[in-house]
T-cell receptor
Framework: GENVEQHPSTLSVQEGDSAVIKCTYS??????FPWYKQELGKRPQLIID?????GEKKDQRIAVTLNKTAKHFSLHITETQPEDSAVYFC???????????FGIGTKLQVIP | DAGVIQSPRHEVTEMGQEVTLRCKLI?????LFWYRQTMMRGLELLIY????????DSGMPEDRFSAKMPNASFSTLKIQPSEPRDSAVYFC???????????FGSGTRLTVV
């Protein structure tokens, strides 16, 4: 089955700086990579996703990159704000299957 | 659309009691996932259904756990008998298909004392 590793487990940045979270996956058949944000006491929410036919996707201050050769993908948050503080999960799913495998999560703290 | 709806939001029960968690999917979504979240293990997939059929229940920890999907919009997760180590937040999520993100419900915080 798929295995997703995520790092770092915790990340502290100053407000306005950039944050980068990295994930690797094991199964080369994986072709869908969503990212979720979970604020304290709330549900995980999809914030961005990328499919294997593209290498990068951007949505305002958030971007994801995918390197299929190296089997890793990353989340980049620019101009961080205190409301970006949350746990972020990466995930991967094998083509045609709806089940995704989640990483362990990264707790991001943005210091005002 | 009201999104994925879970009930109850909180449940406190005594060890040995039966617990039933409920989930209503988003209309048009054909897949339903039950997750358990704890500090130690993160998000664990317990079981998922596609078109009302259980596809993968390998994450169900023991026979004490069972899940049903009697129709296309509703699912239950039952724990009988409950134990203190079952204490966790249980999420259900639905998806419209492969390569689409999940929409999670608000979760049920279960405490077994």
């Amino acid at each position: 089955g798929e295995n997703v590793e995520q790092h770092p487990s915790t990340l502290s940045v100053q407000e306005g700086d950039s944050a980068v979270i990295k994930c690797t996956y094991s199964d080369s058949a994986s072709n869908y990579f969503p990212w979720y944000k979970q604020e304290l006491g709330k549900r995980p929410q999809l914030i961005i996703d990328i499919r294997s036919n593209v290498g990068e996707k951007k949505d305002q201050r958030i971007a994801v990159t995918l390197n299929k050769t190296a089997k890793h993908f990353s989340l980049h948050i620019t101009e961080t704000q205190p409301e970006d503080s949350a746990v972020y999960f990466c995930a991967a799913s094998i083509g045609g299957y709806q089940k995704v495998t989640f990483g362990i999560g990264t707790k991001l703290q943005v210091i005002p | 659309d009201a999104g994925v709806i879970q009930s109850p939001r909180h449940e406190v029960t005594e060890m040995g009691q039966e617990v039933t968690l409920r989930c209503k999917l988003i209309s048009g979504h054909n897949s339903l996932f039950w997750y358990r979240q704890t500090m130690m293990r993160g998000l664990e997939l317990l079981i998922y259904f596609n078109n009302n059929v259980p596809i993968d229940d390998s994450g169900m920890p023991e026979d004490r756990f069972s899940a049903k999907m009697p129709n296309a919009s509703f699912s239950t997760l039952k724990i009988q008998p409950s134990e203190p180590r079952d204490s966790a937040v249980y999420f259900c999520a639905s998806s419209p298909g492969a390569n689409y993100g999940y929409t999670f419900g608000s979760g049920t915080r279960l405490t077994v004392v």
